[in-house]
């Protein structure tokens, strides 16, 4: 499935490793001690491959895979193959994922030392774990914490600290930021810059400096070529756990909670809170000064333009209850076929 020359495989797994790592059990026919070599899509899978079905749309595939075994939910148990192996879960996607990860566990990345074409001040702390790239600019008081990575081209700014086992990618920009342990920003990304903020007065535009920092919890990840504000005077704030996609803004002062899902050309804008477990679709724009509760899922392409009660789904723009949305736009089909006369 992967390239070996990008993506080398750790080692094989017997079937009873992988029921251990999932604590899925097997069926009671199963020979524990049968060999798996990879991972796989349904289609391209054969006996030596694990799989998993996740989306009703790929049924057909399902039926006809030569998968050696496949995570899927026990509503698809009378069309799984019966040469196939069925490990029957509530979430396959999540236990492929831990499959996935065993066969192919994160590179140590922490071949210690700095680069000699790295540039780091004296007074920088870092222990001999750190890994610092070609290119690098660590400038003065920064605090690296054990096992990180500092990509090629990468400034880290005045005062910075970065918690343990966290990975920047190359050509990334971080000033007046605290980062957790085990966060992973990759390529491009800028965090820490001002904030967009300006008092008008008649035809002038002040800018208001920005006084805050921006504070990034343990086991985030950002995707390529985020950009996040530091804060006015309150700081900015990514939760525990949260994963932004690519091209993500987020505006000073704002507020993600814990193991929130931002996805790609999303944004928010300053001074907004947004609650715990929260996904919010591609594309979404997220006005500011607004409080979003937790559990809330906001669909692809929406404009928020009111505060949200925890728990509820919203589409649209401006942005309503999801069935509400839904009605709207069949009100609005039929208007149009009612005024082209169909």
Same mark, same amino acid.
């Given at each position: 499935?992967?390239?070996?020359?990008?993506?080398?495989?750790?080692?094989?797994?017997?079937?009873?490793?992988?029921?251990?790592?999932?604590?899925?059990?097997?069926?009671?026919?199963?020979?524990?001690?049968?060999?798996?070599?990879?991972?796989?899509?349904?289609?391209?899978?054969?006996?030596?491959?694990?799989?998993?079905?996740?989306?009703?749309?790929?049924?057909?595939?399902?039926?006809?895979?030569?998968?050696?075994?496949?995570?899927?939910?026990?509503?698809?148990?009378?069309?799984?193959?019966?040469?196939?192996?069925?490990?029957?879960?509530?979430?396959? &996607?999540?236990?492929?994922?831990?499959?996935?990860?065993?066969?192919?566990?994160?590179?140590?990345?922490?071949?210690?030392?700095?680069?000699?074409?790295?540039?780091?001040?004296?007074?920088?702390? &870092?222990?001999?774990?750190?890994?610092?790239?070609?290119?690098?600019?660590?400038?003065?008081?920064?605090?690296?914490?054990?096992?990180?990575?500092?990509?090629?081209?990468?400034?880290?700014?005045?005062?910075?600290?970065?918690g343990d086992n966290t990975i920047i990618g190359p050509n990334c920009t971080i000033a007046y930021s605290i980062i957790g342990s085990n966060v992973k920003i990759h390529n491009g990304v800028r965090?820490?810059?001002?904030?967009?903020?300006?008092?008008?007065?008649?035809? +002038?535009?002040?800018?208001?400096?920005?006084?805050?920092?921006?504070?990034?919890?343990?086991?985030?990840?950002?995707?390529?070529?985020?950009?996040?504000?530091?804060?006015?005077?309150?700081?900015?704030?990514?939760?525990?756990?949260?994963?932004?996609?690519?091209?993500?803004?987020?505006?000073?002062?704002?507020?993600?909670?814990?193991?929130?899902?931002?996805?790609?050309?999303?944004?928010?804008?300053?001074?907004?809170?947004?609650?715990?477990?929260?996904?919010?679709?591609?594309?979404?724009?997220?006005?500011?000064?607004?409080? +979003?509760?937790?559990?809330?899922?906001?669909?692809?392409?929406?404009?928020?333009?009111?505060?949200?009660?925890?728990?509820?789904?919203?589409g649209g723009i401006p942005s309503v209850p999801i069935n509400d949305w839904h009605r709207q736009t069949i009100v609005l089909k039929k208007l149009i076929k009612k005024k082209n006369g169909k």
């Amino acid at each position: 499935m992967a390239d070996p020359k990008f993506f080398p495989r750790s080692k094989k797994l017997t079937l009873e490793q992988i029921s251990d790592l999932t604590k899925i059990s097997l069926p009671k026919s199963a020979d524990r001690n049968r060999i798996f070599l990879d991972i796989s899509s349904l289609d391209k899978a054969s006996k030596d491959n694990i799989c998993f079905l996740d989306n009703k749309n790929y049924i057909t595939q399902f039926k006809k895979s030569k998968a050696g075994a496949c995570f899927f939910k026990k509503d698809f148990i009378n069309v799984a193959p019966k040469n196939m192996i069925h490990l029957v879960c509530e979430n396959p &996607y999540h236990s492929f994922a831990i499959v996935a990860n065993a066969f192919y566990p994160i590179k140590d990345i922490t071949t210690a030392g700095i680069h000699p074409k790295a540039h780091v001040e004296t007074s920088v702390k &870092y222990d001999d774990t750190v890994q610092i790239a070609p290119g690098a600019v660590v400038s003065s008081n920064v605090v690296i914490g054990s096992k990180c990575l500092i990509g090629a081209n990468t400034v880290i700014l005045s005062g910075v600290i970065i918690g343990d086992n966290t990975i920047i990618g190359p050509n990334c920009t971080i000033a007046y930021s605290i980062i957790g342990s085990n966060v992973k920003i990759h390529n491009g990304v800028r965090i820490g810059q001002d904030g967009f903020g300006y008092a008008q007065n008649e035809n +002038i535009s002040l800018k208001m400096p920005q006084l805050g920092r921006v504070l990034i919890k343990d086991k985030v990840e950002i995707g390529s070529n985020c950009s996040i504000d530091r804060g006015t005077g309150p700081d900015t704030i990514i939760g525990e756990g949260t994963k932004l996609d690519n091209l993500v803004q987020i505006g000073h002062n704002a507020v993600l909670g814990k193991n929130c899902i931002m996805v790609a050309q999303s944004g928010v804008a300053g001074s907004t809170q947004i609650g715990n477990n929260v996904i919010i679709g591609g594309q979404v724009g997220i006005a500011g000064h607004l409080k +979003i509760g937790n559990n809330v899922r906001i669909a692809a392409k929406s404009g928020v333009m009111k505060n949200i009660e925890d728990g509820m789904t919203v589409g649209g723009i401006p942005s309503v209850p999801i069935n509400d949305w839904h009605r709207q736009t069949i009100v609005l089909k039929k208007l149009i076929k009612k005024k082209n006369g169909k």
